[in-house]
């Protein structure tokens, strides 16, 4: 399999674009080197002056690696136990590993398998201190726990540096400059976040959820979507959709379609409009959408059910 590797380089100044594939490489090229090249050829690299971001499909086993700049891992699912500065660890998936330069770390051989979904990142140390200090006013970063808690804030500039460097190389570079930064923030700031942090943040989550279901509850017969609720909330349609199914367990439009149904059900019991009333009333495009809906949540017709009542 050819090596995936995204960098920052200008698309269409193949000179200016081979210096920067080379200065790009050279700034992480202890790391790469650690890497074998089995498993960096089946791994994607978006690299920038200061990030690397990799996506493997394996980790790299019993192999002691020192991190000579700030190293994070995001796990998308359960990785294998690994040594860090010689202590065991195990880490649950969700998790976001926070390694400090000068770090070692040697992830076990796990006997079913060692593949695992997860994203790993690393950061200039110089670059990081001096976010640290201009952005916390710390002078050197201190990670009290290496397993921490990661939000979808981070998430989103995450796939916001990978989308940059996929789609303009560095044709932008103040563009590009402003995402590190963003990036490294999002990272300390997880890395950092106490408990009290944590909470406030779902407390405000808890916020944004409970707007956002008294303004479906608001406007579910008109034709509102994601988009309408997000401006409503001040949230990302990708923001929104995670915090609101961890949440709820619902995704917003399958909370919405519970609540045309719900509604549905009322008016089809009164028996006061026509099904094709009722369906504009709840919001369906007309009385086959509400049909067709019903039916799969409810398991019987709307006029089956205006029936079964009618006859009570």
């Known amino acids: 399999m050819n090596q995936k590797r995204y960098f920052c380089c200008p698309p269409d100044n193949k000179t200016e674009g081979k210096n920067c594939v080379i200065n790009m490489k050279q700034n992480f090229r202890c790391f790469i080197k650690k890497i074998p090249d089995k498993i960096h050829s089946q791994t994607k690299t978006f690299m920038s002056e200061n990030i690397a971001m990799f996506k493997p499909e394996k980790f790299v086993t019993n192999q002691v690696m020192c991190m000579d700049d700030y190293h994070f891992i995001i796990l998308h699912s359960k990785p294998p136990k690994a040594i860090i500065n010689g202590s065991s660890y195990s880490f649950k ?71 940059e460097i996929l789609a303009y190389g560095n044709s932008a570079s103040l563009m590009l400059k402003s995402l590190e930064t963003q990036l490294a923030i999002l990272l300390i700031r997880n890395s950092l976040a106490d408990n009290t942090f944590l909470d406030k943040r779902n407390e405000l989550y808890d916020d944004y959820i409970k707007k956002s279901i008294i303004y479906m509850h608001k406007y579910y017969s008109g034709n509102i979507t994601i988009d309408d609720i997000c401006r409503e909330v001040y949230l990302s349609p990708s923001h929104f959709k995670r915090a609101f199914k961890n949440k709820t367990g619902n995704t917003p439009y399958q909370f919405l379609t519970e609540i045309r149904i719900d509604k549905a059900k009322e008016m089809l019991k009164n028996k006061e409009c026509t099904i094709h009333e009722v369906a504009r009333l709840c919001g369906f495009v007309n009385s086959g959408s509400l049909s067709a809906v019903f039916k799969k949540h409810i398991g019987i017709s709307p006029s089956e059910y205006r029936k079964v009542y009618s006859e009570k």
């Open 93 to 163: 998936k969700g998790s976001l590993i926070s390694l400090e330069s000068g770090t070692s770390i040697n992830v076990l051989v796990n006997e079913k398998s060692n593949t695992c979904k997860y994203i790993s990142i690393s950061v200039k140390k110089d670059f990081m201190d001096r976010i640290g200090l201009e952005s916390f006013g710390v002078e050197k970063l201190k990670f009290e726990k290496f397993e921490n808690q990661y939000d979808n804030y981070l998430l989103d500039a995450i796939n916001s540096f990978e989308h």
